[in-house]
């Protein structure tokens, strides 16, 4: 069964410095994708980036980006010019392309990136 | 223009009624989704329909039923409510496995 871990509970950052959200993640698949979701306290489920299996380059959407191994299966997500709205739960969170799933998304536990001032 | 739109945002109610969320997309996919955040915030998927047929149901008790009359509509009937059921409910839809999720706002149930 696919599993997706976040290793670190809580991370913080300081206002305008770069953090880096960990994730791994467990398949024996090759054609999946993978997905940032962020949660602020509104609870709303925002997608922040995502990548494909199949892309060796690595996914940037303006201050957020991702390094993925997909050798390692590690997808981390990183934030620059970290700002005061960026404070949120982060999960990261994996689809598998096929048949028979219908692209379930598996979630990890979240990390929750506190921004300070 | 809300793309995935969920009623009610906040649900309190007492052990062993029924009760019902609805969620409505305007995006035009064929897949819709029910998962259950806990009081941890772990996301976990209950249930899939794509084109109105059930495609996944993941060990959910059978209390909890779906239905969906149409494609851009899935309702969660929930029967004899328990605490263990207090949840923050996320409605969900895609339009193919190659696209990602888009969210309602979540349903926070409250069951006393």
Redesign the interface.
């Known amino acids: 069964a696919q599993t997706v871990t976040q290793s670190q509970p809580e991370m913080s950052v300081q206002e305008a410095e770069t953090v880096t959200l960990s994730c791994t993640y467990d398949t024996s698949e090759s054609d999946y994708?993978l997905?940032w979701?962020k949660?602020p306290p509104?609870?709303?489920?925002i997608?922040v980036i995502?990548q494909?299996a199949y892309k060796q380059q690595n996914a940037t959407e303006n201050r957020f980006s991702v390094n993925f191994q997909k050798a390692a299966k590690s997808f981390s997500l990183k934030i620059s010019d970290s700002q005061l709205g960026d404070a949120a739960?982060y999960?990261c969170a994996y689809?598998?392309?096929?048949s028979g799933?219908?692209?379930?998304?598996?979630?990890g536990?979240?990390t929750t990136l506190q921004v300070k001032p | 223009d809300t793309a995935v739109s969920q009623t009610p945002k906040y649900l309190v109610t007492q052990m062993g009624n029924d009760k019902s969320i609805k969620c409505e997309q305007n995006l035009g996919h064929d897949t819709m989704y029910w998962y259950k955040q806990d009081s941890k915030k772990f996301l976990k998927i209950m249930f899939s329909y794509n084109n109105k047929e059930l495609i996944i149901n993941e060990t959910v008790p059978n209390r909890f039923s779906p239905k969906s009359p149409d494609k851009a509509h899935l309702n969660l009937h929930i029967n004899s409510l328990e605490l263990g059921d207090s949840a923050v409910y996320f409605c969900a839809s895609s339009q193919a496995d190659r696209s990602p999720l888009h969210f309602g706002n979540g349903t926070r149930l409250t069951v006393t």
């Not at chain 1, 509104?42 to 489920?45: A, E, I, K």
């Not at chain 1, 799933?101 to 979630?107: A, E, R, V, Y």
């Open positions: 994708y997905f979701y949660q509104s609870r709303q489920m997608l995502r494909e739960m999960f689809r598998v392309h096929g799933n219908t692209g379930k998304l598996i979630f536990q979240g």
